[in-house]
């Protein structure tokens, strides 16, 4: 028992020190899955590392802007400093390749940063030989990288600003055993796509309706990804094959 409680003693002043300066990180359980942690208000870029200018920031040169734009090349990423929420930078070395997905830009000591949130999720992803690695959804840890990019629908909200909500489609019903029925309360449906788990498109029909019952007899059982598009916009959701 008397060893137990001296291993805990440097967990219990790590807290006490937090409290004392204030910290307020109480993200709980932590989010290991990259896009249930990010969303469409990130910036989603391809990063190389060159160089740490603190333990708490770091610059980085963007090499591809894959959701919103960052005008600038080079940038400088805040992290975790004892305070905030941010990755603990450390892990990364000069010349990693680093899907990241921050937020800013913001101010912190007279200097534009960019923050990488960390604590209450994963944000960010390693890239290496043109193969993204992490956990990217639940089920998917690696992808090539022109697919992880074009086909993010592994992360169904990071959409088009111009998608679609709920309350302009219904899907019903939902687990289903054989058939989905869809309905559009505006335009007619163009086209619907279903994508597996891992992002591998294995149905698309073209539609000109607004009401389409899609059949789903083929399909294993197990969770999908549908992609509805209109003339408006397009939404992608969820479903079950029960």
Known sequence: MKNQLQ????????ILSFQI??????????EP?????????????RAKVTNHLSMSSMEVEITDNINLEIAESTII???????NCGEVLGQFEIDDTLILAIGGPIMVDNQEMWYLEGTCG??????????VTGQITETLESRPYEEFKDNLFYCPFILSSNELSDDDIKLFPNPTIDHLEIHSENDEIDS??????KGNLIKVVAI?????RCSLEQLPHGMYFIKIQTRDGSLVKKIVKA
């Open 7 to 14: 291993a805990f003693i440097p967990v219990i002043l790590l």
């Open 21 to 30: 300066k204030g910290y307020s990180c109480t993200c709980f359980p932590y």
């Open 33 to 45: 899955v990259f896009c249930k942690s990010v969303s469409e208000e990130l910036n989603i870029v």
């Open 77 to 83: 990423v805040w992290g975790q400093d004892g305070l």
């Open 122 to 131: 994963l944000h960010y992803l390693r890239v290496n030989n043109e193969i």
């Open 192 to 197: 619907i796509e279903i994508y597996d788990l």
């Open 208 to 212: 000109a309706e607004k009401i389409f």
